[in-house]
T-cell receptor
């Protein structure tokens, strides 16, 4: 079965510091897409960053970057220079090529402290 | 650029009442989904559709029905509302993975439903 595991239910970080959220997944497929979604208190689901499994280079979006380790099936999210607006629930997800299905983790609640 | 639009944003129902959550997308996406999110929890798939006229059950379909008569619309109907259906509901859509498609799942803003 395909699964996504986020082992950190809650985390906190001081403003301006760096934090890393963990995500591991399990699949026997070779081609897939990985995502991090952010859900702030407004509850809107916002795509933070995506990674295609066939790309070796780690994706980066401004202060957000990933550490994608395909062999280890690990997809961690690093947030640099944390801001108060980064306070949210973060969900890791993946989708295999050729299917409709998205597998979500249970989420990590991140609180950025002033 | 509307994306995925769902209505209503909030609704309170009495036990036994029925209602329909509306969802429409303007991105010509083949795939559409309904998820529910209970407080402090992750997303659970209720129903999904891979195209007009085709729907199938997800993880938690009991008490719900869907239809997909057009590519754009994917309404979710709650029959005989129960307190266990109190939740936030998200409609989402995505495209087939082809060409330059990103594979991203696009979400609506969510509908908070309370059953009393």
């Amino acid at each position: 079965a395909q699964t996504v595991t986020q082992s950190q239910p809650e985390m906190s970080v001081q403003e301006a510091e760096t934090v890393t959220l963990s995500c591991t997944y399990d699949t026997s497929e070779n081609n897939y897409y990985l995502f991090w979604y952010k859900q702030p208190p407004s509850r809107q689901m916002i795509l933070v960053i995506r990674q295609e499994a066939y790309k070796q280079q780690n994706a980066t979006e401004n202060r957000f970057s990933v550490n994608f380790q395909k062999a280890a099936k690990s997809f961690s999210l690093k947030i640099s220079d944390s801001q108060l607006g980064d306070t949210a629930m973060y969900f890791c997800a993946f989708r295999t090529s050729g299917t409709y299905k998205y597998i979500f983790g249970t989420g990590t609640r991140l609180k950025v402290l002033a | 650029n509307a994306g995925v639009t769902q209505t209503p944003k909030f609704r309170i129902l009495k036990i036994g009442q029925s209602m329909t959550l509306q969802c429409t997308q303007d991105m010509n996406h083949n795939y559409m989904y309904w998820y529910r999110q209970d407080p402090g929890m992750g997303l659970k798939l209720i129903y999904y559709s891979v195209g007009a006229g085709i729907t199938d059950k997800g993880e938690v379909p009991n008490g719900y029905n869907v239809s997909r008569s057009t590519t754009e619309d994917f309404p979710l109907r709650l029959e005989l509302a129960a307190p266990s259906q109190t939740s936030v509901y998200f409609c989402a859509s995505s495209s087939r993975l082809a060409g330059a498609e990103t594979g991203e799942l696009f979400f609506g803003e969510g509908s908070r439903l309370t059953v009393l």
